[in-house]
Nanobody, 119 residues
Framework: VQLQACGGGLVQPGDSLRLSCATS????????IGWFRQAPGKEREGVAC?????????YYADSVKGRFTISRDNAKNTVYLQMNDLKPEDTALYYC????????????WGQGTQVTVSS
């Protein structure tokens, strides 16, 4: 099982970025994938979560609702996090992780990808 996050970068406030979480070693459509972030000096927080295809539910942190969208491409075994209208407070190391279902713990994590929002 592997998850690999990429797509971070340095952007200005109001810009957009799309993060990708490439997965392998398991059937993506059967698993729940979440995006998390950790800013310096802060605890890791959940950003968005996408349930298995059979459920299809999505969950977002209040701080990103209306700006971030999580989606999957099963053919590419990839989960995306489209981030629009980025704010300086979105600056963090972003991770993707796998869990069996929403109320289960994460069992595999990808490495982080840095997102920095600064003017």
């Amino acid at each position: 099982v592997q998850l690999q996050a990429c797509g971070g970068g340095l952007v200005q406030p109001g810009d957009s970025l799309r993060l990708s979480c490439a997965t392998s070693g398991f059937p993506l459509d059967l698993w729940t994938i979440g995006w998390f972030r950790q800013a310096p000096g802060k605890e890791r927080e959940g950003v968005a979560c996408l349930s298995s295809v059979s459920d299809g539910s999505t969950y977002y942190a209040d701080s990103v609702k209306g700006r971030f969208t999580i989606s999957r491409d099963n053919a590419k075994n990839t989960v995306y996090l489209q981030m629009n209208d980025l704010k300086p407070e979105d600056t963090a190391l972003y991770y993707c992780a796998r869990r069996f279902a929403v109320n289960y713990p994460n069992d595999y994590w990808g490495q982080g990808t840095q997102v920095t929002v600064s003017s």
